[in-house]
């Protein structure tokens, strides 16, 4: 083969994987957002709940307990898998937490486990979705009254997550029933 063809047909392959690797990544997220379930994370109301720094919300949601029977299995920063489920008010709630990949659920995620550090009968989970990216904005003055918003056990802050199999689609962060982004507008920074 003549050194223009072969460079053409390494230029052609390379362009074909650059409209692959995206297509297949689109393509995966529709999946998950058409087949997988969604669970609504509610916030928790403390210092604790969350925190803006840049352009990240960073975020701690009621359903990151796990009570264990025995704390001397679990390790701090260990990788566990976490399976899903909803309480009666249809919020998302820890049903099972393994060391092993779930075979009979598909609504699990993997998480780093830590011991709780006032009372180690608990898990605590960080979550891979515990970030979420929020658009430039005057972040001194968001994060504020974000702060005052989060410290406010009357206000309702939320997060819609599809899961399937350890892969999950970051809905909107809602405040009161508001879009993060309205709640920033609201606030005339933007």
């Known amino acids: ?35 997988g379930n969604e669970f609504v994370f509610k916030v928790r109301h403390n210092r604790a709940g969350a ?23 679990w390790d701090n920063n260990q990788g566990i898998f976490v399976i899903f489920g909803k309480d009666s008010n249809g919020f998302a709630k820890v049903e099972a937490v393994t060391k092993v990949k779930p075979a009979g659920s598909r609504d699990w995620v993997k998480a780093r486990a830590f011991l709780n550090n006032k009372d180690s009968s608990f898990l605590r989970i960080n979550y891979p979705f515990s970030n979420y990216y929020v658009p430039d904005v005057n972040t001194r003055e968001a994060e504020k009254k974000f702060n005052e918003t989060i410290n406010d056990s009357t206000r309702s802050i939320t997060l819609k997550i599809n899961i399937r199999e350890n892969q999950f689609l970051a809905g909107e962060l809602m405040v009161d029933s508001i879009k993060y982004s309205e709640f920033v507008k609201k606030l005339g920074m933007k």
């Open 1 to 35: 083969m003549k050194p223009n063809k072969l460079i053409f047909v390494a230029f052609a392959v390379v362009a074909m994987a650059q409209l692959f690797v995206p297509g297949w990544m689109i393509g995966t997220m529709a999946d998950i957002a058409k087949k």
């Open 51 to 73: 925190s803006l720094n840049g352009n990240y919300v960073w975020l701690s949601f009621e359903a990151n307990k796990y009570k264990v029977v025995n704390k001397k299995e």
